[in-house]
């Protein structure tokens, strides 16, 4: 059954929005949408594509039709198998990431750890040590990160001497305090470990 | 959750970027810096994460209609969040 929608003039997201409601409605079958800007075609075509669907589009005067083309029971990939047991340690020595400026590193850092999250596998086990246990602190602007990773599986480590040594002890929080022996020994045991 | 409530803005520069945080948040804003989504291109690699509701007061303090920044807008799917351009 083909289906089309007429979504010429309609401001963005709408065109997308009446798009992805058509194509929920549908097991299979082509769904056809006009609209009438380059950027929302780019749009439309975007969330074909990101369901799996193929997009075939052509031009009549100003006006674009997107042509989507949805298979039965397309298989969407991702069912990504977080953390647990991919052997993988990172081992954070800094609240910067690199050397270099700061500022830069402290937003390099915390998109790291961000980004970190949206990407498979997960690691096992995140040891913060020396200056890396600010991130685990109170007041760290990593720390929603750190908890959502932590709601994920991951288990996170700090270092206790660290903590001590900085006045951060009844800051922590998120994780469990951590002595060198546990340490040392996910990093012999790691099958995999990043240090940064 | 709505399938879309959030803008994202990308910057060319990352000074420009740091920039508009500061001043984003010197505004009160509630906003977030997170590396520009790989759905997104030609960047910097540095990105504002704001809600929705906050689109005025983002376009008072930045303007977003100037060539080195570019606005999206999140749109939630199943597995995915796919970011859609926004026409000024």
């Known amino acids: 059954m083909d289906k089309q929608i007429d979504a010429r003039g309609l401001n963005c997201p709408q065109p997308v929005i009446l798009t992805k409601k058509a194509l929920d409605e549908v097991r299979e079958g082509k769904i056809t949408t006009i609209v009438n800007s380059e950027i929302a075609k780019e749009n439309v075509k975007k969330l074909a594509q990101s369901m799996m669907c193929d997009v075939d589009i052509h031009q009549v005067g100003g006006d674009y039709y997107i042509d989507i083309f949805k298979q039965k029971e397309t298989q969407e990939i991702g069912g990504v198998n977080p953390s647990a047991h991919s052997g993988l340690i990172v081992f954070i020595g800094s609240d910067i990431l690199g050397a270099g400026d700061r500022v830069l590193g402290q937003i390099l850092m915390k998109g790291y750890l961000k980004t970190l999250l949206d990407v498979c596998p997960l690691p096992e086990t995140m040891i913060f040590v020396n200056s890396g246990v600010n991130l685990t602190v109170q007041g760290s602007e990593a720390l929603e990160s750190l908890k959502k990773l932590e709601e994920a599986g991951v288990e996170i480590l700090s270092c206790g001497t660290c903590l001590d040594y900085y006045n951060l002890k009844d800051k922590l929080a998120v994780g469990q305090v951590s002595n060198m022996y546990t340490i040392v020994e996910k990093l012999n045991n790691g099958e995999n470990t990043i240090i940064l | ?88």
């Open chain 2, 1 to 88: 959750m709505p399938l879309t409530d959030f803008f994202v803005l990308a910057f060319d520069s990352t000074h420009h970027a740091i920039q508009a945080e500061k001043f984003l948040k010197e505004a009160g804003l509630k906003i977030e810096v997170l590396p520009t989504p790989r759905d997104i291109t030609a960047s910097c690699g540095l990105s504002i994460k704001f809600h929705m509701d906050h689109i005025e007061k983002v376009k008072e303090v930045i303007d977003v209609s100037q060539p080195t920044v570019k606005l999206y807008r999140g749109l939630r799917l199943e597995r995915k969040t796919i970011y859609l351009e926004e026409e000024l």
